[in-house]
């Protein structure tokens, strides 16, 4: 990772949010309130963003840091979050099942199940209970 590296990624997260090419950098500076310095040096990749900079854009914008410092790992975290709501969504669904059915498994059938039903979602972006369900029982079996 370089400071070339990381500013290109910076004008990739800017382009995003419209700010465009010409005039980015007052924008920069009203926006995210850094000094004329700072913004100048980390958007021609002179210098690295600090870690105040870097915290401030990611907290105000939902800015992955990861994919930020090394392209790793997708833009923002809104794509994180929906990644997470779609887990937490799962779990819920294979647990309530388990409840429903009073069907005890230990962890590594839990998460066995839990693979099933995301291939499932990640298909479909549905959780199909009915697929989870049989899949379960037939699993006990």
Known sequence: MTPDEVADRLHMVLSDLGMP???????????????ESQAGKTLRGEQYPTVEMMQDLCAKYAVNLNWLLCGQGPMTRKEDME??????????????????????LGNAKRVTVYHF????????????????????????K
């Open 83 to 104: 990644n997470a709501e779609a887990e937490a969504l799962i779990w819920e669904s294979v647990n309530q099942i388990l409840v429903d059915e009073n069907v005890n």
């Open 21 to 35: 090419a010409h005039g980015r950098m007052k924008q920069v500076m009203e926006q995210l309130e850094w000094t």
């Open 117 to 140: 039903a995301r291939r499932i979602y990640d298909r479909t972006q549905n959780v199909d209970i009915e697929a989870i369900r049989d899949f379960i029982l037939s699993t006990c």
